[in-house]
């Protein structure tokens, strides 16, 4: 049977540009698919940052756009000596998308000019994709384009599908700047609409032909809470599935990963993961004989994080252990961090690939008290390495772990986002880690558990296979 040809357009893609989960996604999806009969490549923003300045790239096209009144300098680079299991196109636009962060508050110029760039790319190519797959609003515009604007007349039939990474962000912007989008039938502009203004999000959920979510739960959390798209997903309810996603096994691999002190697979888990604490403990001036409880991710709402200052303190007094945080985001919290006493207690602010890896086999816990998660990659990560996971019973967190006091449990669930909830998960996750024989059974079991692409992979490319004409 003929490989189904799949385009992967995104803001982010691992390893070349990382803020969060989206990036993760998008640079394992692409691998496991051609593993299935499915070709898959990847177009994305050419950033200014370390893996664009030390990787060879080709140009394979250059032209100009029109953004609105403006014409802008637009080329296509591709990867070459390309490791990545499947072919990467860079949208290069020196004065929009080449910097050294990926997102700012006023992407709306940026993401567009990346949009319109890449589909006038592919206008030109003689072989057209047999699906577009698109990722979170900053491509949200893509397939209202392809089916409105004049000038993507010839592609308006290619199968297009959105996965929501996150509904918390849409990318709004005012209708003063929809002369940017490319001419289109007027008669539709109610497409981008959403609340009184132009909604990417919302754009790509009624343009779309199919809209997936990173996981079940989420699809049916977001019927009650999107952010405002709650009737609009209702409404689309029947092109909407839940597709968990996976972690990428070759990278994420105990037995592989380089990032570690020292590697590690079921059998040496015990030495490898203390090897890992070790160095951990000391370097961030711990105690190794306490159970280490550690967070990963963005300081936002979204992750509980405004309660991180309150919870640790209370923690701390309460139970005899260790907490490492590494994250940034609001700076309130990061301030407030500051404030805990140090005793058992530090954190590193910033972005920091290696350090994640160590912490994820160091730790003997991970917190993740999220109030909204999508899917959450963390808690699967944490699980492959041996590190329990402590989780708020919500989205994706909910689809993967059970609780150690249900049948075949193997992580602690709490219900809900308060002090109380989550500081009885620590003390309860404390008690476990002292029955050291049930503990160490548990390492052995979770580092067992196979969330790898392969069964979602395969979700995916029976989805495209019910749009491929
Ligand atoms: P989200 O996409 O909402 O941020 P996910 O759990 O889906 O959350 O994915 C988060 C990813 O980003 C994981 O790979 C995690 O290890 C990584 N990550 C988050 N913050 C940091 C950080 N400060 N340093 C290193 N990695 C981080």
Redesign the pocket.
Known sequence: MKAVNIIHISAECYPIA???????VVGALPKYQKELQASSSVIMPLYNNSFTQTNKFEKIYENYIALGHEYVNIQVLKLIDNKLGFELFCIHIPDLLFKDYVYSNNDTDRFLAFQIATLDWILTLDKKPDIIHIHDHHTGLIPFMLTQSYKYEKLKDIPTVLTI??AQYQGWFSHEKVSLIPPFNFENVGLLDWGDSINPLAAAIKCSWRVTTVSPSYMEELKLNANGLENLLASESNKCIGIL?GIDSKVWNTETDNNLVKNYNISSSKSGKKANKKWLCQKFNLDENKPLFTF???LVG??GSDLFPEIFTKALKENNISILL???GDKEVEERLNYIPKENFNF?I????K??HII?AGADFLLMPSRV???????M?SLKYGTVPIVNTIGGLKDTIIDINSKDGYGILHNGVTIKEVTDAITRATKFYSEKEKFTKNLKTIMKIDNSWNNSAQEYVNLYKTLKQ
Not at 350 to 353: C, K, L, Q
């Open positions: 990382k803020v969060g989960g989206l990036a993760d990474h996150n996603n990963i991710g963005r979204e992750k590494l994250g940034s590193y910033g972005y920091n690939e350090l994640a994820y998660e999508p899917c959450g990659l963390n808690q990560y």
